[in-house]
């Protein structure tokens, strides 16, 4: 099945395009462009007049799946055998409190909300990411009722990319999906084909090309025409493949390759993001949503502490250490974006959704057992798909609030659910994208943009109270 290969697997077309990519030394480029917003896409696609807040979604996606209770949702009356070790402190919004961990993001609380009952029907790796990420139920899965629950769906962030461009509210250079990160495995443009995939960028901080490189780029562009021609027919698939080549040279020697160079930034500007992967993506992060891309997606899995020890979301085991690592980072990185989005004027219309495929389940886990260390000093806890934490910001979604809301042990639903598709539903209506629109695909069947209605998921319905 598709969603189990690598996310950047594919035909002759893709290969031709990795190849490009490997040898113009694509990937990190580099945008100091408050005073370039007039000529970009976003300035284009302001004076379309079109009423939508959002022109651009940031999607911060943890993989290994984030414990909700070390962050977002904790639980200070829950039972002993499922207390965190970790305290909950107050936020700038009276009545919200997250933990202790977190205290940058306790200060900025009015600007985001916490979405604290999301529900997933799938809580494995890669199936519960296909489900998040793809907005839809898992191929085949009994839930759906509809044909074209048999089909492996296009990333949301495709899917906002193409209608962008469709409508004409993004012409920008630069590919209306980047990918600041290596994305997740499987999870891509689906049957959108590869016009919609994303492009990968890595944040390094290179500078832009000078002449003497980009007459050595021209040079292999040649070569690749020589190496990969394509069809001597041509044909439809001939004609995207040398397309998707001639973009990707496009953004390498155009001012919008700019975009990509971190050098722009002050040192101040990168301390305040933190110089760490996730930092340094989410900065080029924003650097993309002042340009007008309209889908970035910042994945990030985990950290490696100065002892050499990996840490990762995906906390069976060694929870306590792994949140300490880990925290951190996010705090200052999640806040950092926030804020500076905020006072760029751009929050407005930037969404940002912090999320993880799945949570963590109220209980810590046996693995450990017999330690004699109490509150998972060592235990982790497992996958838990029935009530988990995600974070909104921007794009007109009001903050200061939350949305849903477990028990004092985070085991049972006391009000509010909230499904995959209500959540992204949201996000599409906020860019002016409707959900009921149709998808081009190959199979015969209507494929909407949103499935939960027609293959007739559960929910909880849109996020009107942050609306």
């Known amino acids: 099945m598709k969603n189990n290969t690598r996310a950047d697997d594919g035909g002759p077309g893709e290969l031709a395009r990795r190849d490009f990519l490997r040898l113009a030394g694509a990937g990190a480029f580099g945008l100091g462009l408050a005073e370039r917003l007039a000529g970009t896409a976003f300035g284009a696609a302001a004076a379309t007049g079109n009423a939508a807040p959002a022109k651009s979604l940031i999607q911060l996606a943890l993989w290994g799946g984030m414990t909700q209770f070390e962050t977002w949702d904790p639980k200070p009356n829950a039972a002993p055998e499922y207390k965190s070790a970790f305290k909950s402190i107050p936020t700038n919004v009276p009545g919200i409190e997250i933990s202790e961990l977190l205290p940058k993001m306790a200060q900025i609380a009015d600007k985001y909300a916490i979405l604290r009952a999301v529900m997933n029907p799938r809580t494995g790796h890669g199936d519960a990411n296909y489900v998040m990420i793809a907005n839809a139920p898992y191929p085949s899965d009994v839930i759906s009722t509809h044909p074209t629950g048999k089909l492996v769906y296009p990333a949301v962030a495709a899917i906002i990319g193409m209608k962008m461009r469709e409508s004409g509210r993004y012409d920008g250079e630069i590919p209306a999906w ?52 394509g069809s001597k027919t041509g044909g439809a698939a001939s004609n995207e493949v040398a397309s998707l080549r001639e973009n990707v040279f496009e953004v390498m020697t155009s001012d919008a390759q700019k975009v990509f160079d971190l ?45 050499g020890k990996q840490y990762g979301w995906d906390m069976h085991t060694e929870l306590n250490a792994s949140v300490r690592a880990l925290c951190p980072i996010l705090d200052q990185t999640l806040s950092a974006l926030i804020t500076d989005l905020e006072e760029r004027g751009i929050l407005d219309r930037t969404i940002v959704v912090l999320f993880s495929e799945n949570g963590k389940a109220p209980h810590f886990s046996n693995e450990d057992q017999g330690t004699g260390k109490p509150n998972g000093t060592k235990s982790g806890r497992n996958h838990w798909g029935r009530g988990f934490s995600v974070v909104i910001a921007g794009g007109g979604f009001k903050g200061g609030r939350t949305v849903g809301q477990m028990d004092d042990n985070g085991e049972l639903l006391v009000s509010r659910p909230i499904y995959p598709w209500d959540l992204w539903e949201s996000v599409y209506a906020q860019m002016g994208i409707d959900p009921h629109d149709t998808l081009p695909n190959t199979s015969g069947c209507v494929a909407y943009v949103s499935q939960a209605d027609a293959c007739g998921l559960s929910r909880g319905g849109r996020l009107t109270e942050l609306l």
């Open 178 to 229: 980047v990918c600041c990160g290596k994305p997740p495995s499987g999870i891509d443009e689906g049957f959108l084909g590869p016009k919609y995939k994303a492009y990968t960028a890595n944040p390094k901080g290179q500078a832009g090309l000078n002449e003497q490189q980009r007459q050595r780029l021209a040079s292999r562009r040649d070569l690749l025409a020589t190496i990969h021609p």
């Open 263 to 307: 050098t722009d930034e002050t040192d101040e500007t990168k301390d305040r993001y933190g110089r760490t992967e996730l930092g340094q993506a989410c900065l080029l992060a924003r650097r993309l949503a002042e340009y007008g891309v309209p889908a970035i997606s910042v994945p990030w899995s985990g950290t490696r502490t100065e002892d």
